[in-house]
Each structure stands twice: as structure tokens, then as C-alpha cells.
């Protein structure tokens, strides 16, 4: 596989958070198209909301390289939704999986899932998750990467800065300060659809072993993932010390 090598451009982080603190997502989308070009990818899961992220970037950036980091463990509705909105925005779909099969990850590691312990969680999430979006993230030479984390998801994410950097990548966030009002405006006014499991109760949606429908005994949606024992999968989130402490809340 060939890696493009793109320039990575040196920005003050300070300043341009104080610019574009108030700047529609609109606004902070072309910008990075401007700065970054073809060094500029965007991630999607296929979640709940995510119809919102790809419409808004690819109506300013079509042909933007889209990860979609496919555990091999992901509901049914979640593959056909994948397909049913690839087609509908002609997504330039990038698919990425473990170099491990889920059956020979079973059969060396069990069912890991199944362990009731955040070590295991987090060694699942690593293999499945991080290392996939990681050889994404060099293999398309990406020097930038638009991800539609909003603060009210977790409370990792209330500290995020608009603009940031993880591991070597500028990260933007253009979306950072949506709440769910404001995103399910964007959906109606677009006719965009939810992921089909918001109507069965989900509020965020992964894996099938990890996910479930909303109770009333959860606090948080995000209780509703992995066992409630952590509440992100390790893609966005650092891998300094620092962001090591804190994977057990997961950073995909």
C-alpha cells in the first residue's frame, strides 16, 4: 500500500480556537478544506446521527475521503445504513478492518467482550478500532481530520477545543457545540434519516454486544455502551500518558 506524504501545515492552536470559536460549522469546514486539501479526511461510524456529519461535509467537500473503521461486529441495520448513505451522498467511502478476522480473534483471544473488565475492553477496542483508523490515517496520508464529537456526548469530550491535535493530526470539530436540538433541525430540514435503531431506543449505537437500547435506570446514553463501564471506544481519544489514563473511557 502506497502512503502519500502530505506537508503538515504549523498552526497556532491557541489563536485559531479564539477566531473560530463562534464561526458556523459551515464556515470552519471550507477553511479547513482551504488549509488542508487533499490532506484533509473526515471519520463516520454510521451512528445514530451520523447522516448530519456527512451531508453537511460533503456538500462543501464531495470527494473527501470518508473512514469507516468496520469491526465485524456491527448490527445489520448498521451495514445496510452504511450502504443505503453511501449511495444517497456518492461518499468517497474509505473501509477499514482488523488485520484480524472476528473468528481468529475469538479463537486467540475469546470474547472479549464477554470479560466483564475494562483491560479487555479497551485490548477489543485497540485491535478493532485504533490500529484500523491509525493505518487509515497514514495510508491517506491525512494531516487533518474533521469528526463530529459534540460535548454534550461525553464528559471527555466537554474539554475538547474546537480545533485540536492527536497523535501528529490536526483534529477539527465543527459540530463541537450542537446540541441534540440542533441536530435533529438539521436532519428534518435535509430529510436525512436517523440510524434505523433510534427507533427500537437506541441513542448511540456500536457494536452489537456493546450496545443497547436506552432504560430509565441509565443516567447518560453513553451508559448504554460497553457494559456502562466506559463510555468511549479509543478513537478520538490521545495517546499521551495523559490520554492513556484516560482510554478507559476509549478514544475511537
Given at each position: 500500500m502506497t502512503v502519500a506524504t502530505i506537508q503538515q501545515p504549523q498552526l497556532n492552536l491557541d489563536q485559531l480556537n479564539t477566531r473560530f470559536a463562534d464561526v458556523d460549522a459551515k464556515h470552519l469546514i471550507q477553511w479547513s478544506a482551504d488549509t488542508f486539501g487533499d490532506g484533509l479526511v473526515m471519520s463516520t461510524s454510521?451512528?445514530?446521527?451520523?447522516?448530519?456529519?456527512?451531508?453537511?461535509?460533503?456538500?462543501?467537500i464531495p470527494e473527501?475521503?470518508?473512514?469507516?473503521?468496520?469491526?465485524?461486529?456491527?448490527?445489520?441495520?448498521?451495514?445496510?445504513?452504511?450502504?443505503?448513505?453511501?449511495?444517497?451522498?456518492?461518499?468517497?467511502?474509505?473501509?477499514?478492518?482488523?488485520?484480524?478476522?472476528?473468528?481468529?480473534?475469538?479463537?486467540?483471544?475469546?470474547?472479549?467482550?464477554?470479560?466483564?473488565?475494562v483491560e479487555s475492553l479497551n485490548f477489543y477496542d485497540q485491535m478493532r478500532k485504533v490500529e484500523p483508523m491509525q493505518r487509515a490515517l497514514k495510508e491517506l496520508g491525512a494531516n487533518a481530520w474533521l469528526a463530529g464529537l459534540r460535548r454534550d456526548q461525553t464528559e471527555h469530550r466537554q474539554q475538547l477545543p474546537r480545533l485540536g491535535e492527536q497523535s501528529g493530526i490536526y483534529k477539527i470539530l465543527p459540530i463541537l457545540h450542537w446540541h441534540s436540538r440542533d441536530v435533529h433541525r438539521y436532519l428534518v430540514e435535509y430529510d436525512l434519516p436517523y440510524h434505523?435503531?433510534?427507533?427500537?431506543?437506541?441513542?448511540?449505537?456500536?457494536?452489537?454486544?456493546?450496545?443497547?437500547?436506552?432504560?430509565?435506570?441509565?443516567?447518560?446514553?453513553?451508559?448504554?455502551?460497553?457494559?456502562?463501564?466506559?463510555?468511549?471506544?479509543?478513537?478520538?481519544?490521545?495517546?499521551?500518558?495523559?490520554?492513556?489514563?484516560?482510554?478507559?473511557?476509549?478514544?475511537?
Open positions: 454510521f451512528g445514530i446521527q451520523s447522516a448530519l456529519m456527512l451531508h453537511l461535509v460533503t456538500r462543501i473527501i475521503p470518508v473512514i469507516w473503521v468496520d469491526t465485524g461486529y456491527l448490527h445489520p441495520e448498521t451495514y445496510r445504513f452504511a450502504q443505503e448513505l453511501t449511495e444517497r451522498l456518492n461518499l468517497n467511502l474509505k473501509v477499514y478492518q482488523s488485520h484480524l478476522s472476528p473468528a481468529r480473534m475469538e479463537a486467540l483471544y475469546g470474547k472479549l467482550w464477554e470479560k466483564n473488565d434505523p435503531l433510534f427507533d427500537q431506543g437506541y441513542m448511540t449505537v456500536g457494536d452489537w454486544h456493546s450496545s443497547r437500547p436506552i432504560s430509565l435506570d441509565d443516567e447518560h446514553e453513553r451508559d448504554t455502551r460497553f457494559q456502562g463501564m466506559k463510555q468511549e471506544c479509543g478513537l478520538h481519544l490521545p495517546k499521551t500518558t495523559g490520554e492513556a489514563q484516560s482510554f478507559d473511557s476509549s478514544s475511537l
